[in-house]
């Protein structure tokens, strides 16, 4: 696609719910980022694969998180059991091989309620 | 551990007038990224500096990179209402890692 898309847009979602978010890079991209912003803040780095695989994850904060991208493509961020301090702004980013630029989607504002 | 430090956090200014945002970071890095984020927005790619010395312009924007002071400066020249937004200063991690790590950001404002 012509842009980095992400959705959904926003999701509301009750404490200790289960959430997916998903990232659709553009095509031929095959590094992707997924960053967390919390209001107020920069970006944080959560993980990145490069093709299918998941090369860093180290920012993850716990197990509750976890990310897939199966295909290469598509990737999906999964957060178990929500909790209030989960709530943020959730972005993803796509970048070519030997590219030094990125492109970030619109992101996905999660709230827990 | 990579750090960046951005300063000021908060900048308000008239019209016309000049200024410079400041980026410092900890560590060695080949790359430094500014990016501009309006309310409710995502992140807009200003500038990527590649090389110690690296200066680029766009409009009233200026970026420039020290990589031996670990320093970036975005200088903003004749300044405008529409300038008025956050922006973010990110330095890569370096080798085959390109993961970014970002300053607090510098909100900007910019009075008529």
């Known amino acids: 696609g012509a842009g980095v898309s992400q959705t959904p847009s926003n999701k509301v979602t009750e404490k200790g719910k289960y959430v997916e978010l998903r990232c659709d890079p553009i095509?031929?991209?095959?590094?992707l980022y997924w960053y967390r912003q919390s209001l107020g803040q920069g970006p944080e780095f959560l993980i990145y694969?490069?093709?299918?695989?998941?090369?860093?994850d180290s920012g993850l904060p716990n197990d509750r998180f976890f990310a897939v991208r199966p295909e290469g493509s598509v990737s999906t961020l999964k957060i178990q059991r929500t909790e209030r301090g989960d709530s943020a702004v959730y972005l993803c980013?796509?970048?070519?091989?030997?590219?030094?630029?990125?492109?970030f989607g619109s992101g996905t504002r999660l709230t827990v309620v | 551990e990579l750090k960046v430090e951005q300063n000021p956090l908060f900048l308000s200014m008239q019209e016309g007038k000049n200024y410079t945002i400041y980026c410092n970071y900890s560590?060695?890095?080949?790359?430094l990224y500014w990016y501009r984020q309006d309310p409710g927005k995502s992140l807009e790619s200003l500038f990527v500096l590649l090389s110690n010395g690296a200066v680029k312009q766009e409009g009233r924007l200026m970026a420039s990179l020290d990589t031996k002071a670990r320093l970036s400066t975005l200088h903003i020249t004749a300044a405008v209402h529409d300038l008025s937004a956050t922006y973010f200063c990110?330095?890569?991690?370096?080798?085959?890692?390109?993961?970014?790590?970002f300053g607090k950001g510098t909100l900007l404002t910019v009075n008529p």
């Open positions: 990110a330095v890569s991690g370096g080798g085959s890692n390109y993961k970014l790590t």
């Open positions: 980013a796509s970048s070519s091989q030997g590219n030094y630029g990125y492109t």
């Open positions: 694969f490069q093709g299918t695989g998941a090369a860093d």
């Open positions: 560590t060695t890095s080949d790359r």
């Open positions: 095509s031929g991209h095959t590094a």
